[in-house]
Nanobody, 126 residues
């Protein structure tokens, strides 16, 4: 499966963005998906994850209550809605997918994922 992340941009603190992760190549519905981010000079970190069906999600503490991960399997897209953005959310955001054969939950580690999209840059100004 090929992943394409989009939706990044420049936004003021307190603003909102919605990132999209579109899949092609095969149906997305059997895959768990995660969002990660990498700020300049820092390690890539986990942001949010969703299971194959969309009924289970997990968030990093730093984004809990502000970010929402969701999916539309009919459209082969996973979203990351981000509100109340802070300058510390500035990073390149990556989506990743893991085939789960329509079972199981979400995954938090980079090594769990087999497929990665290119990053989409999010810049939050203060």
């Amino acid at each position: 499966v090929q992943l394409q992340a989009s939706g990044g941009g420049l936004v003021q603190a307190g603003g909102s963005l919605r990132l999209s992760c579109a899949a092609s190549g095969r149906t997305f519905s059997g895959y768990a998906v995660g969002w990660f981010r990498q700020a300049p000079g820092k390690e890539r970190e986990f942001v949010a994850a969703i299971n194959w069906s969309g009924d289970s999600q997990y968030y990093a503490d730093s984004v809990k209550g502000r970010f929402t991960i969701s999916r539309d399997n009919a459209k082969n897209i996973v979203y990351l809605q981000m509100i109340s953005l802070k300058p510390e959310d500035t990073a390149d955001y990556y989506c990743a997918a893991k085939g789960t054969l329509f079972s199981g939950g979400y995954y938090l580690r980079e090594n769990d994922y087999s497929y990665w999209g290119q990053g989409t840059q999010v810049t939050v100004s203060s």
